[in-house]
């Protein structure tokens, strides 16, 4: 079992900032997917971004076209934390964020996003004002 737990979410301005975190705990595989997504009322949920962690070989990042240039994803493996720093905030970028984790398999292709992932944490809400 797998828990995932966010953290840094709140309400900022558009052209502002935000980190967002994610503790896991429990017992990964050796390789995996880490990945955030976000959810706005009356929208179908959307991947943000994903990184493949493989101890031998260079961690793999894919983002959102929408989100590319502004989000940043990465993994700390000794913290076993996952991170995303968010710059130049738009209002579309309102939504609930969570992370989620696929396990036995680091690789992945463009269509990420919907695939089954296998845990997911229960999200931090970003809210961006114009």
């Known amino acids: 079992q797998v828990q995932l737990v966010e953290s840094g979410g709140g309400s900022v301005q558009a052209g502002g900032s935000l980190g967002l975190s994610c503790e896991v705990s429990g017992r990964l595989s050796t390789r995996y997917l880490m990945a955030w997504f976000r959810q706005s009322p009356g929208k179908a949920r959307e991947g943000v971004a994903v990184?493949?962690?493989?101890?031998?070989?260079?961690?793999?990042?894919t983002y959102r076209d929408s989100v590319k240039g502004r989000f940043t994803i990465s993994w700390d493996n000794a913290k076993t934390t996952l991170y995303l720093q968010m710059n130049s905030l738009e209002p579309e970028d309102t939504a609930l964020y969570f992370c989620a984790t696929k396990l036995y398999g680091a690789s992945h292709g463009p269509y990420w996003e919907e695939y089954d992932f296998d845990f997911r944490g229960q999200g931090t809400q970003v809210t961006v004002s114009s």
């Open positions: 990184i493949g962690v493989d101890p031998g070989a260079d961690d793999i990042r």
